[in-house]
Structure formats: structure tokens, C-alpha cells
């Protein structure tokens, strides 16, 4: 199986920056692609960007230009760098991995974006 703990999530001014990271551990062999996925409140869970396992990227229409997904294979890490960051983007943030089992959901994150 595979496991995911998210961390790095806080309470930011608009304009500012934070990074999230997904710690993966158990069988990452297995992973074949990482994603980041946010939640609002009373808003459905919506995709923000995902990484494969060859280091490809893709982002939602919301993140692109101000986030940045990356992976750490050494550390079985993925990071998600979000500058500029606005109110809007004030959410849970999850960490998925897609693997030879299924898929696993981390614990999520809260990001808040406020003056």
C-alpha cells in the first residue's frame, strides 16, 4: 500500500507564497502519478495539478503561472510552490497518488488566504 502525509499548509496574505509537500512511504514503486487536488468550502473537490512519474506536469487553468509541482524521488516527496497566492485559492489541498493498487487520498492541508 501506499501512504501520503501532506503538510506545509497556513495562513497567508494575499500576494504571498507557500509550498506544500506529499510525503509518500510504503510501496512508491508503485506510484505512477502524483496529483494535488483543493476542496473550498461548499465547493466540490476540484484537480490542481499532477506530476507523473517521468516528471511530466499539468495544471489546472487556475494554478498555471503561479504554482509550481515538483517531485523529490529521493525523498519520495512531491511539493506544490503557490505564489500569488489570492483568497480564492483559500481551500483543504489533498494529495493523490495514483499507484498499481489504486489510488490513496492523503489527509489534506488547509491553506487560507486572508489579510
Known amino acids: 500500500q501506499v501512504q501520503l502525509v501532506e503538510s506545509g499548509g497556513g495562513l497567508v496574505q494575499p500576494g504571498g507564497s507557500l509550498r506544500l509537500s506529499c510525503a509518500a512511504s510504503?510501496?512508491?514503486?508503485?506510484?505512477?502519478?502524483t496529483g494535488w487536488y483543493r476542496q473550498a468550502p461548499g465547493k466540490q473537490r476540484e484537480w490542481v495539478a499532477i506530476i507523473t512519474s517521468g516528471g511530466y506536469a499539468h495544471y489546472a487553468d487556475s494554478a498555471k503561472g503561479r504554482f509550481t509541482i515538483s517531485r523529490d524521488n529521493a525523498k519520495n516527496t512531491v511539493y506544490l510552490q503557490m505564489n500569488s497566492l489570492k483568497p480564492e485559492d483559500t481551500a483543504v489541498y489533498y494529495c493523490?497518488?495514483?499507484?498499481?493498487?489504486?489510488?490513496?487520498w492523503g489527509q489534506g492541508t488547509q491553506v487560507t488566504v486572508s489579510s
Open positions: 493523490n497518488a495514483v499507484h498499481q493498487s489504486g489510488a490513496t
Open positions: 510504503g510501496r512508491t514503486f508503485s506510484i505512477n502519478m
